[in-house]
């Protein structure tokens, strides 16, 4: 990400909101694309609230008062939050977050609470084509958390548990509350913890690249959203694709970032 | 208030009048008709020659669907231990049938006769054995053989056979006789009638668009379900006259016409406005799609019975992903199309298998860019509003970022 300004915030500058499922992330840049501000909130119920009040934090921190031309909201809660000028889709904001991150970018992929979406850039950074999850919980940030839930864990914990199995067990349905029950009756049988954590990695991690199959996926490939946290996730996805797994820098709040390129670039007009 | 932005059609009143017509006489006016219920593919002429009043019970799903007990219903059928895998016009009116009290109209009025098509799909055959052996009635299945390359000769003769066996089938079960005079007058109408059908379609090749998917979908009732009729036949030269006028004015179906798309796939019936007017929001208009052509294809000239046979066993869902591939690719260029949107329906097996590769295909072909929407035609507790609403809003950012 360009490097956080300290000059402070004399001109105006441009917010980027994306409310999630199961966070609100905010970043806020000067009309250079300097960085400013960004927070990560839980969404809480709704995530208008928490998404007002990370707003409010972000701006307070970054001394920016009033001066903000223009918003761009993004994500679920979209819909409802009045406080921005105009909303967009995730897709263009996540797209738009990782071409500016990285311009050699050509499929994004980023797992969040609710939806996992493969999303493939031309060189210009254009949205070519995009594929998001079935109604299915399989293969998004939500199917992590239960599944660490049910083993006992933290979510941070669980990826990196996973990190040590030497032998995954399979884990054949793609439904959450199917494969919870698999991996309960593995555990039942006295399977290691870190195998059954493997095996759930392994099973994400070959949904998502099913999805990805949709759009094709052509290098660079970029990982963006929470759950690009997780070491056992990525190295999951490198290892069934055989292909390398950029990080994006500060995952989380890819889709606000591009949020706020957009809300730059349409306030500047 | 979706539907206030619509621009309505001034012969609606009238489709709704004819519409209401077909179903209140089927129950009160057969004077001494028997009543067949049939598959959208079955070939109805016949029939019409033989005197034989007809009911769809796929439209009467559709019409479930739309005024919403269509979930309901397919509960009655699931409570009897139909699978919610199920295609759900199946759902439905086996849920009709075991249970009028949910449904519009009481259901349907019972049938004397059954005759499926499987040119349409599979479920239909076992569907109507399931409601033979219910209402107890005789049952006839047109077997159309699935076209994977080139229609072959011995196709056609063995769809013209069992044409024959209809006609002794229904001789037998009616005491009704085939008159050929009135079988040739049968098939001029219907003939007349798909063609106005077809040319209403060829006319949302202008800019902008005189109509948008939802009209499409609507007005395509009567060439469904009274096909052969001369009611229908006035109806269509009526709608067509107003569609020329539209545009002779340069009236377009929605407000403002940006976008030109090809939608795949039969209806999401149960939110018909609020869907298709997302896109109207974006200024985009489905200008054509691949279901309501379905029956926009002329009976051949010559022997009637084996025009009928060419004509039923050579529909757009009995032929090869190839085949409709070709298809989508011709409709684009002939309608300048942007984008195409493709409903992933839960439902109807062999309309949405395969969709991905035919996206993935056209695509190519194209340049054009294309959209899944999984949903259903009529059981709504399948259509997941935010997640379609995201989807759209992306496909037409995308769009946008093309222009």
């Not at chain 2, 559709?62 to 139909?82: D, F, I, K, S």
């Not at chain 2, 795949?264 to 929001?281: K, M």
Request: proline share 4%.
């Amino acid at each position: 990400m360009t490097s956080t300004s300290q000059a402070g915030t004399s001109g105006p500058c441009f917010l980027g909101i994306d409310i999630g499922s199961l966070t609100v992330k905010s970043v806020l840049l000067d009309s250079q694309e300097h960085l400013l501000g960004r927070g990560v909130a839980p969404a809480g119920y709704g995530g208008q609230e928490a998404a007002a009040e990370l707003v409010a934090q972000v701006l307070r921190e970054a001394h920016a008062g009033d001066s903000v031309a223009y918003a761009v909201v993004t994500g679920y809660g979209r819909v409802l939050f009045r406080t921005a000028d105009e909303e967009m889709s995730e897709i263009s904001c996540h797209a738009r977050g990782a071409f500016h991150l990285c311009p050699k970018v050509r499929t994004v992929i980023d797992i969040g609470g609710q939806d996992s979406k493969a999303i493939r850039l031309d060189a210009n950074g254009r949205v070519v084509d995009f594929a998001m999850n079935d109604k299915c919980a399989a293969g998004t940030g939500r199917f992590l958390e239960v599944m660490a839930a049910a083993l006992g864990l933290p979510v941070a914990e669980f990826g990196r548990l996973a990190l040590q199995s030497q032998h995954p067990v399979s884990i054949s349905s793609t439904c959450t509350v199917f494969a919870e029950s698999e991996a309960i009756s593995h555990m039942a049988r006295g399977v290691a913890k870190q195998d059954v954590a493997a095996g759930l990695h392994r099973a994400i991690a070959s949904r998502v690249l099913g999805l990805a199959a949709r759009v094709g996926l052509e290098p660079e490939v970029m990982l963006t959203g929470g759950v690009a946290l997780n070491r056992g996730l990525v190295l999951a996805l490198e290892g069934l694709s055989g292909q390398r797994v950029t990080v994006a820098d500060d995952p989380q709040v890819v889709g606000a970032l591009g949020a706020a390129l957009y809300a730059l670039h349409k306030g500047r007009r | 208030m979706a539907e206030k932005r619509y621009k309505k059609l001034k012969t609606a009143v009238e489709l709704q009048r004819l519409m209401q017509w077909h179903y209140a006489s089927a129950r009160y006016l057969r004077l001494g008709r028997p009543l067949a219920w049939v598959t959208s593919g079955a070939p109805v002429e016949i029939l019409r020659a033989m005197g034989i009043a007809v009911l769809y019970p796929e439209n009467y799903a559709a019409l479930c669907a739309a005024r919403q007990p269509a979930p309901t219903l397919c509960q009655v059928a699931e409570a009897r231990g139909y699978s919610q895998d199920l295609c759900s016009y199946a759902r439905t009116d086996l849920g009709s049938a075991f249970d009028p009290a949910y449904a519009p109209m009481q259901g349907l009025p019972k049938p004397d006769l059954l005759i499926a098509c499987n040119n349409i799909c599979g479920t239909v055959v076992k569907w109507y054995e399931a409601m033979a052996g219910y209402y107890n009635v005789p049952l006839f299945v047109l077997d159309t053989p699935f076209i994977h390359d080139q229609v072959q000769e011995s196709m056609l003769s063995y769809v013209a056979a069992q044409l024959e066996e209809l006609v002794r089938f229904v001789e037998r079960a009616t005491g009704h006789r085939l008159d050929m005079a009135r079988l040739s007058e049968a098939v001029r109408v219907a003939n007349e009638t798909t063609a106005l059908w077809g040319e209403i379609r060829a006319l949302c090749k202008s800019r902008p668009s005189p109509l948008n998917a939802p009209d499409l979908f609507v007005n395509m009732a009567p060439i469904v379900v009274l096909r052969g009729s001369h009611s229908a036949l006035r109806f269509y030269r009526n709608l067509k006259a107003e569609v020329e006028e539209r545009v002779r004015r340069g009236v377009g179906a929605i407000p403002e016409e940006k976008y030109r798309l090809l939608w795949d796939n039969i209806a999401i019936w149960h939110h018909l406005y609020r869907f298709y007017n997302y896109f109207a929001d974006c200024d985009a208009c489905f200008v054509v799609d691949t279901y309501t052509g379905g029956w926009s294809q002329t009976l051949p000239e010559g022997e009637p019975l084996s025009g009928i046979a060419a004509a039923y066993a050579t529909v757009f869902l009995n032929s090869s992903l190839q085949y409709r591939v070709e298809c989508m690719v011709r409709l684009i260029q002939e309608y300048g199309v942007d984008g195409f949107v493709m409903h992933c329906n839960r439902s109807c097996k062999p309309y949405s298998l395969g969709q991905y590769a035919m996206r993935r295909a056209v695509m190519e072909r194209t340049g054009v860019p294309g959209l899944l929407i999984e949903s259903d035609m009529c059981d709504a507790r399948s259509y997941a509003e935010e997640p379609i609403r995201t989807r759209i809003q992306a496909f037409m950012e995308s769009l946008a970022a093309r222009a």
